[in-house]
């Protein structure tokens, strides 16, 4: 009898989270914040396409050292690019070493008060938590 039956068999996707972000880079056309990363990029408010270079992170990103998220072994990243997919040398197992999310902090223009947002291009309106004050904030 044949035991071949298990089609739990396919991995889990194993991920983990770059600790090196790329900068923050406006639209040359409209100054308003480009989709973050690096490469090719278009500018959410204009639709201008703007390439997007930059030599220190994709260096600090292929030297990047990340733990395998199966067996913890520390590797050497290798690859100038994120999202990457890399083999771990270990275990074999392939994951994916995604972007860090970047957080930018302002202040509440009513209380002052701290606030750490994930930058989105374009403008929206958010409220404060400590003062319930609502303003408009633009990347
Ligand atoms: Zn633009
Ligand atoms: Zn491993
Ligand atoms: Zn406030």
Not at 12 to 31: G, H, K, Q, T
Not at 58 to 64: G, N, T, V
């Amino acid at each position: 009898m044949s035991d071949d039956g298990e089609d739990s068999s396919v991995p889990e996707s194993l991920e983990v989270e770059s600790a090196i972000a790329p900068p923050l880079i406006n639209c040359p056309n409209c100054d308003g914040l480009l989709p973050l990363g690096l490469g090719e990029k278009t500018c959410a408010l204009c639709g201008a396409v703007s390439r997007i270079e930059h030599e220190a992170t994709r260096k600090e990103w292929s030297e990047e050292r990340v733990a395998c998220p199966s067996c913890s072994k520390v590797l050497v990243c290798g690859v100038g690019d994120r999202p990457a997919t890399v083999e771990c040398s270990s275990c074999t197992n392939q994951f994916t070493i995604n972007s860090k999310v970047v957080k930018v902090e302002i202040s509440c223009p009513a209380c002052e008060r701290r606030l750490r947002l994930k930058p989105r291009p374009g403008s929206r309106e958010i409220s404060c938590p400590a003062c319930e004050e609502s303003f408009k904030v633009t990347f």
